[in-house]
C-alpha cells in the first residue's frame, strides 16, 4: 500500500508545471526592488515591400497639390484597409514611385528622414510642402503554444514582445517561457533567434523589441511533448482511488 501511496504522488508531481518555468522576467534578488534597464528604441528602418502612406500638405489649392491624399478624393475613411489602396509599395530594388517625380528611392530610411528626403524634393513643386511618412499594415504572427495563434496588425512605432503575447491571449501552461523564437526576414536573409521570457536581462536586450512582419513560435515543455497534460488522470486516480477502498475492505 506505502508503495502505491508513493507511485500515486509521483504521477501527481509529474503532471504538475514548476512555477520558475511559468513565471516571466525572473530576477534572483532577495529583496524586491525597482528593475531598471537602459533600451532605446531604434526607428524602423523601410525595406522591400513595405506599404508606407504619405501625408502632404501645402500652400497651395488641393487641385494644385498632386501629392494631395484629401479623404473626400478617395471616397472617405481612413482603416487600414483604405490607407492600405493609397499607399506607396517599396519595390524590390527600395524605390516607390511617386506622381510627376516619377522612382525614389527609400530603402534604409526610417520614417523621419523619407519624409524630409521627399519634402525636400516637392520644395520644386509645391508651396511649403510638408510630409509625414508612415508604415501601413504593420503587423506579426504569433504561433505554437499560445491561447490565440494568429497573425495581429498594430498602427503603434514599436511593439515589444510581451506586448504581442498579449494580443495572442498569453502563453498557455504548456508553452516553454525559456524557448521563444524569432524569426525574421530582412535584407534577403532569415534568421531564428532564441528568447528567454523567463530572464529579467530581456528588457535591457535589443530582442526584447519585434519588427514588422516577424514571426514569433512558443515551442511545447517536454511535459507537453510527452502528452501528459491530455493524459487521463482523472480516470486514473479515481482507478487507484477505487482500488485502495477496496483493498481496505477486503482486508
Known sequence: MRKLF??????????????????????NSVTDTLVDY???????????FDQLYLQVTSLDDGKINFMSNDANRYGGGRSENDLAMVSYVVDDKGYIQLPIIGNFYVLGLNSDEAASKIQKELEMYLNEPTVKVAFVNKNITVLGYVEKPGRYFYATEHINIFQ?????????????????????????????????????DLLGQKAF???????????????????????????????????????????
Open 209 to 251: 523589441y519585434l519588427q514588422p512582419n516577424d514571426v514569433v513560435y512558443i515551442e511545447p515543455m517536454n511535459k507537453r511533448k510527452w502528452g501528459i497534460d491530455t493524459f487521463p488522470w482523472a480516470l486514473v486516480l479515481s482507478g487507484i482511488t477505487t482500488f485502495i477502498l477496496v483493498a481496505n475492505y477486503i482486508k
Open 164 to 200: 504581442a503575447l498579449g494580443m495572442a491571449g498569453d502563453v498557455n501552461v504548456y508553452g516553454n517561457r525559456k524557448y521563444a523564437v524569432v524569426v525574421r526576414d530582412e535584407n534577403n536573409k532569415v534568421t531564428k533567434q532564441r528568447i528567454d521570457l523567463t530572464d529579467v
Open 38 to 48: 537602459s533600451n532605446i528604441n531604434q526607428k524602423i528602418k523601410i525595406k522591400a
Open 6 to 27: 508513493i507511485i500515486l504522488l509521483g504521477i501527481v508531481a509529474l503532471s504538475c508545471v514548476p512555477q520558475k518555468d511559468i513565471i516571466y522576467l525572473q530576477d
